[in-house]
Structures are given as structure tokens and as C-alpha cells.
């Protein structure tokens, strides 16, 4: 047996993964075992690792196929599998859940630390499924009817820097639109969870005013401090999220400083809701 550990650091989300080595092969049982652990506890942590792009690639690839290319972020050179999560170009301030704004949002993303700030600049990862599970029966079967417009042009934290604004004109240009429903059911664990995020607009059938209040109801269930986890990054970090039932957010408290992380996503299925109806692409405005 090895000596994996695998540590709730939380009641209801996240894990810390200590005795495993990323940039060493790893066997198909620990992988088996990773993978369950991430269904369980959708994000883990591993400390103390010192891995290069192609090794995040290979542990990335272990949980299904990577994302080609994201359609509008920055990457690393030759390796368009590798975005460039970095400070200067946007800091991603608020809930959402990656690429959501499409029909296939990514199945996890990997991040892996490589030049810190000297404070601040944590990552936080909410549960979807949590917040479900504490929504009041009344709201929860009115949340198990709605469906959601994702879109890369909803409200945005701006970084008020000239890159900055030029970063977020090029996330905006082309226009993304994806209906999903609020409550998705996740295809391996079956569990329901919210489904919303930052790039969720509007409700469908409603109109962006009428959404905006429910929406924020159900995002509050989400957001409670029991259903987050909250991750101080040090050298070395690498983590990893179930993209279809968590939501995260980039802590912007780091100033002026250098914050690097590099980011390898892995390709998601197309999201289903409660009565089996499949997400599906926007093509007018409803
Ligand atoms: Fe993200």
C-alpha cells in the first residue's frame, strides 16, 4: 500500500491530498482513487509539488480529454493546452464556474502555482451541491424549473488598467451564449447541484431584472461560508476542481503584485438538468 492520504479540510468540500508525487507516473489504482476522491470532496489540493507543464498536462489528462484551447484566454507558448491565469491580465473576483458560457463547460481545472504574491490571493471553491441541499423546499422546487442564460458578456470585475480592459474587451468580443438549467444533475455522482455562477444573466423566460433578484437567492445558498473552501496557496500547490457542481473565485486582495498560476482544464460533457432536457446553445435572445 502506499501512504496516500486523502484529508477532508472541510465538512463539506475540499481535501488535501499528501504522498503523492504529480510528477512521477501515476499507477492506475491512485488515479482510480484521485478521481473518487475528487467525485467526494470536488476539490483537492496537493502542497509541495514541483512539476513543469507537461507533467500538470499528464495529471490533468488523468481525470478525461483536455481543452484544446479556451476561446479567448492567454497561453502558455507552444502549449495552448496551458492558459495563463496571471494578475496583470484580469482577476477573476467573482463566482463562476469556467467557461460556462458554453454548451460544454470544462469537466475540472488544474491550477498550479507558479509565481505568488507575498500575501493574499487565495482561491475559493463553493458547492454546488451543498448550496441545493440548503435551499428551503419551497425554493428549491422553484430553482428545479428554472433554466439559466450563461454568457461572457455578463457583468465583469474590471481591473481598470489599460491591459486589463483590453484583456476583458478581447473575453467579450466574440459573443457566447449557452442556456443550462439551474439544477444540473451530475453525470457520475447523479448528485443535483446548482448550476449557476457569474456568467449566468438572466433566467430564461424572464427578463434581466426579473432574474437578477432569484438568481441572487440561490447564488446566497452557495456562497455560505459552510459550503466554501478557502485555499492560501504557497509554492509548489497544484489543485484541481469539479467544474460541474463548484463555483470559485479569485481573492483580489493582493495589490499590485505578481499573482502566476497555470491552468490546464479538462473537456466537459453537455450538462443535463432534473427532467433529463440537455443544455443548448442561444441563438437569439429570448
Ligand atoms: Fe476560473
Redesign the pocket.
Known sequence: MSDVDIRQIGGRIGAEVTGVDLSRELPDQLVTQLRQALLDHKVLFFRNQDITDEEQLTFAGHFGPLTDVHPMMRTVEDKPQVIT?DGEDQR?NHW???ISFTTRPSLG?TLRAVILPPYGGDTMVANGAAGYRDLPAELREIADRLWAVHTNRAEQPRLGTERGDEVRRKFMAEKFEAAHPVVRVHPESGEPALFLGGFAQRLVGMTLRESRPIIDVLQSYVRRPENVARWTWRPGDVLIFDNRNTQ?Y?VNDYDGHKRLLN?VSITGDVPVGLDGRRSYVVEEDE
Open positions: 491565469v477573476a463562476h464556474t469556467d481545472t470559485h479569485a491552468r
